[in-house]
């Protein structure tokens, strides 16, 4: 992993250089590890196409550079292009996150007319049979046709796979299939476990045999490739001692969008359920980004409780995810429990090992499904 | 989705999860051109030269943004651009670290060799 240095800072000088903008929960996919809200039905009031105009004209106001589009599958909002168009005119680098389903030949030119500049399109397997288990849907065929006219279109590529113990055994395979694809990067998105995810934390988790086959994989590939391929591994942080470095800091450079207008610091923040988000449909970005209560809530230092206030790595992890720290000790200011250092720790530690223990008795239980009417343990 | 924040380079500042690093050699005869990804530009609110590519920046101070304004924006040689920047500085000794500069942009992928 990069290594904080001592060049010029960009740490964004108080800016949201990152703006994702979730144009919409719907999608046809059923991933059960999707990072949307378990509740996302209840998200209907979606924003309009000259909200979103005025929010990325606000956007590049404060600074915001690189702008997202995902979702849920954003393609399925028509209004996707005329965005694109308008974004890329107000000097944002454009990418859009896709599943892939929702594009054919026309609707990528109208894109790259629209002077989207990357795409970053998820692929769940190398076949179509285990992509059908874990997205519901019969796609595979598609969203590999989908790669083929992406690039035949000149879009700079990542391919991302989202990791979990069911296509970790395809690392090799999907490396293979990467490279047939010609794309320039390959991200590994080993699950972060949160909203659909966490439901099925107990199915998803991989071993860490498995892991380190994995990793074994991707050692080999790099050399072999050289810059071919760019291979990018995110650690599963349940099987790491430290915890990531959550979007470098809250309210630091990242400002998220939620289909509904909600401005979150990350994608998952709306799930700490005692912090109540600002509304772009009720407040200007400025003051969002600059002064609302949830922004500052974790911003800097000042919040950290032991062990993180004393700590010598405070400025490099931030005291890890704030999502994470909640959903697991129930308070969000607490260290992530990832960390060594965290007295809760052993949450982490009892997780890992009660999966492991049901795959040794071979224990299965089928998976979650994201739908509308998915039966959620209670 | 984990950002990570690194700089890599007493001339740069880069934010992103996509980046290569391999050990690349150059000629100063070489000619360079941008990678089609990677967009060089002012960025009025950071008051500094920015290359922007897929999810990720990498701002530049003011000597790397201009070895790249003159040696690759320019259309010149490594050589012909050093040649400009010493000469603007009085500085001869200026092209072993221009070369060395570009050979890390090349590494980083942002520049290749113009065909």
């Known amino acids: ?378 | 989705m984990p950002l990570t924040f690194f700089a890599t380079h007493p001339l740069i500042a880069s934010l992103g999860r996509l980046e290569m690093t391999t050990e690349q050699r150059l000629s100063p005869g070489e000619v360079m051109e941008f990678h089609p990804s990677f967009h060089f530009r002012w960025e009025e609110p950071q008051q500094a030269y920015v290359l922007l590519y897929p999810e990720g920046i990498v701002k530049l101070n003011t000597t790397a943004a201009e070895i790249l304004d003159v040696c690759v924006r320019g259309d010149r040689s490594i050589a012909e651009g050093s040649a400009i920047l010493a000469s603007r500085y009085e500085h001869p000794r200026i092209e072993a670290e221009i070369l060395d500069f570009m050979e890390l942009a090349y590494a980083k992928g942002w520049i290749r060799p113009k065909t």
């Open chain 1, 1 to 378: 992993m990069p290594k904080a240095g001592s060049g010029p800072r960009l740490d964004g000088l108080g800016m949201p250089l990152w703006l994702v903008v979730e144009l919409t929960y719907k999608c046809p996919l059923k991933c059960p590890w999707c990072s949307n809200p378990v509740d996302f039905d209840r998200y209907r009031n979606e924003i309009t196409t000259d909200e979103w105009k005025a929010l990325l004209r606000e956007g590049r106001r404060l600074g915001s550079l690189q702008l997202g589009f995902t979702g849920g599958e954003p393609t399925l909002r028509k209004d996707l292009d005329e965005l694109v168009a308008y974004a890329d005119h107000l000097g944002y680098y454009t990418n859009l996150i896709t599943s892939g389903v929702g594009l054919d030949q026309e609707r990528i030119r109208s894109l790259k007319r629209a002077g989207l500049k990357q795409v970053q399109l998820s692929l769940q397997a190398c076949d179509s049979e285990l992509s059908e288990k874990l997205t519901g849907l019969d796609v595979w065929k598609h969203k590999i046709d989908i790669a083929y006219a992406l690039k035949a279109e000149g879009f700079p590529m990542v391919l991302n796979v989202p990791i979990s113990r069911y296509n970790i055994g395809q690392t090799e395979a999907l490396i293979d299939l990467a490279a047939d694809l010609g794309v320039e990067y390959l991200e590994f998105a080993n699950l972060q476990y949160y909203n659909w995810a966490l439901i099925n934390r107990s199915e998803l988790l991989p071993t860490r045999e498995q892991l380190r086959c994995s990793e074994e994989a991707v050692a080999r590939a790099r050399k072999k490739l050289g810059t071919r391929l760019t291979i990018y591994f995110v650690v599963p942080d349940y099987f790491d001692d430290k915890p990531k470095a959550c979007m470098n800091g809250w309210g630091a450079i990242h400002l998220t969008i939620a289909p509904d207008g909600t401005a979150l610091p990350c994608q998952e923040a709306r799930l700490i359920k005692d912090i109540t988000f600002p509304n772009v449909r009720e407040h200007g970005l400025d003051w969002i980004w600059h002064n609302s209560p949830a922004f500052m809530k974790f911003r800097g230092d000042d919040w950290m409780k032991e062990p993180c206030r004393s700590c010598s790595e405070k400025e490099k992890d931030f005291g890890g995810c704030r999502c994470q720290a909640f959903l697991l000790t129930g308070d969000a200011s607490n260290t992530d429990p990832v960390c060594r250092k965290s007295p809760h720790r052993h949450l982490i530690d009892d997780i890992v090992s009660a999966a492991a223990e049901r795959r040794k008795q071979g224990r299965e239980e089928p998976l979650i499904m994201r739908e509308r009417k998915a039966s959620l343990p209670s």
